[in-house]
């Protein structure tokens, strides 16, 4: 339960100035507060508190992952480099041919001091996989409690990725009313929540009071805009920031952070546009491949002045488990002229026999380098004759951006999320193959099956690859325990390497 308290912070949290004067204030600061090397480590996540308050709500924003995965481990976790660990299994093993994974519970007890049994579990994870369904790509894992500490989960074809989907922090095990079982406790404050580790509920014989954990230990989060974390980095008032993504990139270079604190996550998934409406213009496959022909994806790279992006052509950005290298589109060897030119005349045909093509609603987020990629596909469809208007994320669009990190290393992952049931535009044969690959018997079968599927679905192009996603972090010199990330999580409680 995430109980509430006062804090000398709030005033500075309800503050909620213009951007420019936010940005103003990390210009004009003259330097940072001496570094803080014992007290609570500092955390700013992008979000809103909202997010923070009903992190099961939106399970899938960076500032309820956060909250998450601190107060309700899943059965397992990520480290600090992004590999699976054990967090309430203590063990496991994997049968029939990686159908089956039994999950040995270690002892422990929830934040109210009851302790965890495996039928709770079960059923909470349960819920968990119904509330995250876009995660599962597909799967319907089949969970139940065999003993009082030990889970089993089935599914209808083997996929040894499965235990990364299980690490996610939206499948942390945390009951309706906020009750997790750690790593840490959680007390709201008016401006954010104060974590305290958990320590073992002592036994009859120990009745003994547990010494406070020391303040290097305990975590201060609050979820604000990108522009108030920055400034609050800058100042020295935060150790780490988390949530940063593509949209919020133009910010760190008017906010004069220090360029060395910046962490880019190698971060795998999908970014790019799917095809949400239904109109004639769209129905059209020439029209759609013109669409991702005349998009000049070097030229986005270079506005978000971010070495290292890595841009893309396909929706699956490796060979994974489909058994060969992904379908390349048929332009993507063609020179850039070229490719202008073919994709003119596809739209000239279309409009030749049509009239002229409609404007298109594009759904981005909020946040400057959404603008600049808004300004980079006008200035690209412009050379199509196509006009396009920008619309909110949430309202109703004719392409819609995706950006996500992948939640398991498997193409199935990828295609299923621009699959018929994500509501994009979508081969009908491509989504039989995939459920024919969820009940395959074999790991050849499986591979055949996703194989000729993600050839269909590049090949009707309902998805327009611009790259990878970008997530990074602001960390300081004191948090020697971060590291990057392919997952883009960062345990709170691995901040800090302990000494040897």
Same mark, same amino acid.
């Given at each position: 339960?995430?109980h509430r308290t006062a804090s000398r +912070?709030?005033?500075?949290?309800?503050?909620?100035?213009?951007?420019?004067?936010?940005?103003?204030?990390?210009?004009?600061?003259?330097?940072?507060?001496?570094?803080?090397?014992?007290?609570?480590?500092?955390?700013?996540?992008?979000?809103?508190?909202?997010?923070?308050?009903?992190?099961?709500?939106?399970?899938?924003?960076?500032?309820?992952k956060l909250v998450l995965a601190a107060?309700?481990?899943?059965?397992?976790?990520?480290?600090?480099?992004?590999?699976?660990?054990?967090?309430?299994?203590?063990?496991?093993?994997?049968?029939?041919?990686?159908?089956?994974?039994?999950?040995?519970?270690?002892?422990?007890?929830?934040? +109210?001091?009851?302790?965890?049994?495996?039928?709770?579990?079960?059923?909470?994870?349960?819920?968990?996989?119904?509330?995250?369904?876009?995660?599962?790509?597909?799967?319907?894992?089949?969970?139940?409690?065999?003993?009082?500490?030990?889970?089993?989960?089935?599914?209808?074809?083997?996929?040894?990725?499965?235990?990364?989907?299980?690490?996610?922090?939206?499948?942390?095990?945390?009951?309706?009313?906020?009750?997790?079982?750690?790593?840490?406790?959680?007390?709201?404050?008016?401006?954010?929540?104060?974590?305290?580790?958990?320590?073992?509920?002592?036994?009859?014989?120990?009745?003994?009071?547990?010494?406070?954990a020391p303040a290097i230990d305990r975590?201060?989060?609050?979820?604000?805009?990108?522009?108030?974390?920055?400034?609050?980095?800058?100042?020295?008032?935060?150790?780490?920031?988390?949530?940063?993504?593509?949209?919020?990139?133009?910010?760190?270079?008017?906010?004069?952070?220090?360029?060395?604190?910046?962490?880019?996550?190698?971060?795998?998934?999908?970014?790019?546009?799917?095809?949400?409406?239904?109109?004639?213009?769209?129905?059209?496959?020439?029209?759609?491949?013109?669409?991702?022909?005349?998009?000049?994806?070097?030229?986005?790279?270079?506005?978000?002045?971010?070495?290292?992006?890595?841009?893309?052509?396909?929706?699956?950005?490796?060979?994974?488990?489909?058994?060969?290298?992904?379908?390349?589109?048929?332009?993507?060897?063609?020179?850039?002229?070229?490719?202008?030119?073919?994709?003119?005349?596809?739209?000239?045909?279309?409009?030749?026999?049509?009239?002229?093509?409609?404007?298109?609603?594009?759904?981005?987020?909020?946040?400057?380098?959404?603008?600049?990629?808004?300004?980079?596909?006008?200035?690209?469809?412009?050379?199509?004759?196509?006009?396009?208007?920008?619309?909110?994320?949430?309202?109703?669009?004719?392409?819609?951006?995706?950006?996500?990190?992948?939640?398991?290393?498997?193409?199935?992952?990828?295609?299923?999320?621009?699959?018929?049931?994500?509501?994009?535009?979508?081969?009908?044969?491509?989504?039989?193959?995939?459920?024919?690959?969820?009940?395959?018997?074999?790991?050849?079968?499986?591979? +055949?099956?996703?194989?000729?599927?993600?050839?269909?679905?590049?090949?009707?192009?309902?998805?327009?690859?611009?790259?990878?996603?970008?997530?990074?972090?602001?960390?300081?010199?004191?948090?020697?325990?971060?590291?990057?990330?392919?997952?883009?999580?960062?345990?709170?409680?691995?901040?800090?390497?302990?000494?040897?």
């Open positions: 339960m995430i +912070n709030a005033i500075l949290s309800r503050r909620r100035a213009a951007l420019p004067l936010i940005v103003g204030l990390a210009l004009l600061t003259a330097g940072c507060e001496p570094a803080r090397h014992d007290g609570p480590v500092a955390v700013d996540v992008i979000g809103t508190p909202a997010q923070f308050a009903k992190p099961l709500k939106d399970s899938r924003s960076p500032a309820a107060t309700g481990q899943g059965l397992l976790s990520f480290d600090t480099g992004g590999e699976v660990v054990g967090a309430l299994a203590e063990s496991w093993i994997v049968e029939d041919g990686g159908q089956s994974y039994i999950f040995r519970l270690r002892r422990t007890h929830w934040a +109210n001091g009851e302790p965890v049994k495996a039928e709770a579990v079960a059923d909470l994870l349960k819920a968990r996989l119904r509330a995250n369904a876009p995660s599962l790509g597909g799967l319907a894992p089949q969970v139940r409690a065999m003993t009082e500490r030990v889970i089993e989960i089935r599914l209808d074809t083997a996929l040894p990725a499965f235990m990364q989907l299980l690490a996610q922090p939206q499948f942390a095990i945390v009951a309706a009313d906020g009750v997790g079982s750690g790593p840490y406790r959680a007390v709201a404050e008016d401006d954010g929540i104060a974590l305290t580790p958990l320590i073992a509920t002592p036994g009859d014989e120990d009745t003994a009071t547990p010494p406070p975590r201060q989060l609050r979820a604000s805009s990108a522009a108030l974390a920055l400034v609050r980095f800058r100042r020295g008032l935060t150790d780490l920031v988390l949530g940063g993504r593509f949209q919020h990139l133009p910010l760190l270079s008017v906010s004069d952070v220090d360029p060395r604190t910046l962490r880019v996550d190698p971060a795998w998934g999908l970014f790019g546009l799917a095809v949400t409406g239904s109109s004639d213009f769209l129905a059209d496959v020439n029209v759609r491949e013109a669409l991702s022909r005349v998009i000049d994806r070097d030229a986005l790279g270079k506005s978000f002045h971010l070495t290292g992006w890595r841009s893309a052509v396909t929706p699956v950005p490796a060979a994974l488990d489909l058994g060969r290298a992904p379908t390349q589109p048929v332009w993507a060897e063609g020179d850039g002229e070229n490719r202008i030119a073919i994709a003119r005349q596809s739209v000239a045909r279309w409009v030749a026999a049509h009239g002229e093509p409609p404007v298109l609603r594009v759904a981005l987020p909020e946040g400057p380098g959404a603008t600049l990629l808004f300004r980079r596909l006008a200035a690209d469809f412009s050379r199509l004759g196509v006009r396009i208007d920008r619309v909110a994320m949430d309202e109703r669009a004719d392409l819609t951006l995706i950006d996500e990190v992948a939640a398991f290393d498997s193409a199935l992952w990828y295609l299923a999320r621009i699959d018929c049931p994500m509501k994009i535009s979508c081969d009908t044969p491509a989504s039989a193959l995939l459920e024919t690959a969820r009940t395959a018997v074999t790991a050849e079968a499986r591979a +055949n099956a996703m194989a000729e599927a993600e050839r269909r679905i590049v090949l009707h192009g309902g998805y327009i690859p611009l790259g990878q996603p970008v997530r990074w972090a602001l960390a300081s010199r004191r948090l020697t325990g971060f590291a990057l990330s392919a997952r883009g999580i960062h345990p709170l409680n691995r901040l800090i390497a302990l000494p040897n």
